[in-house]
């Protein structure tokens, strides 16, 4: 009997696990909902997602991870454990595991990632970089001589690397992400508005009618909240245009950093990119125009990888199904004895 392999995005808006010949088995947001000092778990995933803002005084729905690494280690750990033994079920063999970091993590930040790997009930963990496994997902051909370039747009950090021969050539992470565009359309409805509205709300304004270029078509969402000044519920209107607008702060700093890696990358390289394209994965890609936009700041151009969102995640499997890439190319830690 072998062991289950699976592979974890570990996202701070979603986790994603991919099993070893069945794919994508689970897609969660990453949020626990817990009693205030007890720590009990009351819910986990979606479930919890939908308290977020609506829970009373003894309950906080939490998101563990912040600007793609933890943030709560043991809040990261139970919601990671009950998502393996979701998928594991009861069995007493354990699972090995890829999990997936942001390029630019510390070390610390890694081992924290491993040990969770570890607590969840793994028998052997690895650790891969996100460009890569989100490279691998979206079916690029990173073995060969030739550049390819990805921009992995995550919930709260943004991974851009340069990838050949089957190695990071150069690669950066910003702490931008779709949390950061979601909180600029708070910040901007509570500064001309002066309304506040929640994270959820803020994210569904941004998925309907938020554009990373001037909008093609002009849309207008109700928006509901609470009036900072008379502390009543309010509705108003806001437009395409004033979301685009709204959102360029955070955008600007992923296509200044997009930058930054080309002008570092060698010539040779560049001119594959040039002739491919860069490729966009994770979530906030699929802003409407995301593509348009790298395409017209760049001048180079760009597309979003056929299933975004699952990119990592299917990355991870890739290396699941590839014993050597597990012994070669990423971190490896040995049993624990404990």
């Not at 897609?27 to 000092?37: D, F, M, Q």
């Not at 021969?165 to 949390?179: E, M």
């Not at 998925?207 to 000044?229: H, M, N, Q, S, T």
């Not at 994965?281 to 348009?292: A, F, I, K, N, W």
Request: with cysteine; aromatic share 4%.
């Amino acid at each position: 009997m072998w062991n289950k392999r699976l592979g974890v995005d570990l996202g701070t808006a979603t986790t994603l696990i991919y099993v070893h010949g069945k794919g994508i088995v689970m897609n969660e947001p990453s949020v626990v909902a817990l009693t205030k000092g007890t720590n009990k778990i009351l819910a986990v995933g979606e479930d919890a997602r939908k308290m977020i803002g609506k829970t009373p005084e003894y309950i906080v729905a939490h998101r563990p991870l912040k600007n793609g690494v933890i943030d709560n280690y043991e809040v990261t750990r139970k919601m990671l454990t009950f998502f393996v033994q979701r998928v594991c079920g009861r069995s007493i063999f354990k699972p090995d595991i890829v999990i997936c970091v942001p390029s630019s993590g510390t070390e610390v930040e890694k081992r924290a990632v491993l040990d969770a790997a570890y607590h969840a009930g793994a028998r052997k963990a690895f650790l891969i970089e996100e460009p890569m496994a989100a490279a691998l997902g979206a079916g690029l051909d990173i073995a060969e001589a030739s550049g390819n370039m990805v921009i992995d747009v995550g919930g709260g950090t943004t991974d851009i690397a340069v990838l050949s021969l089957g190695g990071v050539v150069i690669s950066q992470s910003v702490r931008i992400g779709g949390d950061k565009m979601d909180e600029a359309i708070i910040r901007h409805l509570r500064k001309k508005f002066n309304m506040m509205i929640g994270e959820r709300t803020a994210e569904i304004i941004k998925i309907e009618i938020g554009w990373a270029v001037p909008p093609k078509e002009e849309k207008v969402a109700e928006v509901k909240g609470r009036d900072l000044v008379s502390g009543l519920p309010k509705t108003i209107s806001v437009t395409s245009s004033e979301i685009y607008k709204c959102l360029a702060e955070p955008l600007s700093v992923i296509v200044d950093t997009a930058r930054i890696i080309l002008e570092h990358t060698p010539p040779e390289l560049s001119a594959d990119i040039g002739e491919k394209g860069i490729c966009l994965t994770g979530g906030g890609s699929l802003l409407h125009g995301m593509d348009e936009m790298i395409s017209r700041a760049l001048g180079t151009p760009a597309y979003v990888a056929e299933e975004p969102v699952s990119c990592v995640a299917l990355g991870a499997g890739k290396v699941l199904d590839n014993i050597k890439l597990l012994r070669d190319g990423f971190l490896y830690t040995k049993r624990r004895n404990s």
